[in-house]
């Protein structure tokens, strides 16, 4: 069964709303409530709930929920494991593919001060507030049905420079087995609390919905699929093989997951950061997801005007080169390569 309603997040100061679709697949139907749309689910059955462009320029998990929505609705062949449809379901999904329209509308990041000068990344501010700024309303509304879930997958999107990976809170194996099932080669583990450093709580990072949710003890997992602004066919693929996997890991579709045999690193370490301002050259043959290691060389960073090398970069760890800058132009300090260290006995 496929349900879908429309949902009001909050009103704009002229009045007009602010609205988005809410889509349930399964046992669980979306009815009519006094306060706006409800999921009606069996109190058995377990429920996963999938947001994507809560970054609106990060596209990519639109698409990919929108193809799922395809084989789900029977519209791909389906009824086979690897086409299962909407009645195949042994449980809800729940599905928001835009879940910030502000920022789809901007295809930005954030949103302009003049709309919400206190929480302009919604991705700060989970489990939200009903009565806090627009974001923070926002995200209280889609909280209604996140934090009824028994397992997230919040999907977005890193640059062409970054390599597609999935972040889970370190230390939560609940989490880890989700990242597995969704099934990216690269899974990152990102502290939190008091294992985290200063950076971490000064960017806001707990209220991320990945943090707040896991905090509740629902597991969830934030896949980076590759790309923003652009529909990249093989990310779409990387998506919709993911989602299936989460939900066959949450028991809604029988059948194990497929193994996973990637890479598991910490990130936001290990940056070779640019020690002077010009630009940067990078190694020819060094890509975004390649191992890196101790004293390897990534490139260099010379004067454009006396053609003089400025910096020759290299990488303090072994690790995986998470991303890798495109943009040749940097200015002192500037990330030229992000290294994640390995970690994967944890
Ligand atoms: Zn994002």
Known sequence: MHTSRSLT??????????????HAYGDGELVDGDDGPELDAPGDSPVVYAQAAQHGRE???????RRLHDRLVGGDGGGSADS?????????LVTVPVADPLTFDHVSYTTPESLDSRQPNMNRCWPGDPEGSLHERMAAR????????????????????????????RGDGACRELAAAFGTDLLLAEAAGDDADTEWDERGFAGKL???ATREGIPTITPELAHSKEIVPGA??????????????EGLLSGEPEPWDGVVARNHLGRVIADDSGLFVPEPDLA????????????????????ETLQVARVDRDG???SVAREATVTAGATLVGVAERIDGE
């Open 9 to 22: 997040l909050a009103r704009l100061p002229s009045g007009v709303p602010i609205r988005t679709t809410v």
């Open 59 to 65: 596209v990519n998990g639109a698409a990919v929920l």
């Open 84 to 92: 299962p449809t909407a009645a195949d379901l042994d449980g809800t």
């Open 142 to 169: 889609l909280w209604g049905f996140a934090g009824a879930a028994d397992a997230i997958v919040d999907l977005h999107t890193g640059s062409p420079a970054m390599a597609t990976h999935t972040v889970y809170m």
């Open 210 to 212: 990945r943090v707040a």
């Open 236 to 249: 779409v693929e990387t998506g919709v093989s993911g989602m299936l996997g989460a939900i066959r890991h």
């Open 288 to 307: 975004v997801g390649d191992r890196v290691t101790e004293g390897e060389r990534v490139g260099e960073v010379f004067d454009p005007t006396t053609f």
């Open 320 to 322: 995986i080169a998470y």
